[in-house]
C-alpha cells in the first residue's frame, strides 16, 4: 500500500523556520521524483519544490527560493522540507508528491500538514 505521510506542521512565528518530513512506502522511492506543494484556504495549489530521485537536482518556486530546501535521504524513504524565515503568506496546508522519473504526473499525494505563520 503506498503511503505519504507528512509530519511538521505547527504554529509559528513570521521569521521563524520549521521542518518537514515526508516519510514515503509502498513504492521504491529512489526512483521517485519528489515534491512539496501548498495549498491556502480558498486558492489552487501551488507548486513548492522539487527533487530528483538521486537527489542532485532541486527547483524551488521564486517564492520562497532562498528560504526553503528540499532535500531526501533515499536510505531512510524520506524528503524533507526546510522553511526558513517564514511569512504569513506562506500559511497552507503542505503535501509532498512524487512521480516516476522521467514521468510528468505525480502520482502519489500525502494528505498534507498544515502551516500557519502568525504575524
Known amino acids: 500500500q503506498v503511503q505519504l505521510r507528512e509530519s511538521g506542521g505547527g504554529l509559528v512565528q513570521a521569521g521563524g523556520s520549521l521542518r518537514l518530513d515526508c516519510a514515503a512506502s509502498g513504492f521504491i522511492f529512489s526512483a521517485y521524483d519528489m515534491a512539496w506543494f501548498r495549498q491556502a484556504p480558498g486558492k489552487e495549489r501551488d507548486f513548492v519544490g522539487y527533487?530528483?530521485?538521486?537527489?542532485?537536482?532541486?527547483t524551488y518556486a521564486d517564492s520562497v527560493k532562498g528560504r526553503f530546501t528540499i532535500s531526501r535521504v533515499n536510505a531512510k524513504n524520506t524528503v524533507y522540507l526546510q522553511m526558513g524565515s517564514l511569512k504569513p503568506e506562506d500559511t497552507a496546508v503542505y503535501l509532498c508528491?512524487?512521480?516516476?522519473?522521467?514521468?510528468?504526473?505525480?502520482?502519489?499525494w500525502g494528505q498534507g500538514t498544515q502551516v500557519t505563520v502568525s504575524s
Open positions: 508528491a512524487a512521480r516516476l522519473a522521467g514521468r510528468m504526473e505525480y502520482k502519489y
Open positions: 527533487i530528483s530521485r538521486s537527489g542532485g537536482s532541486t
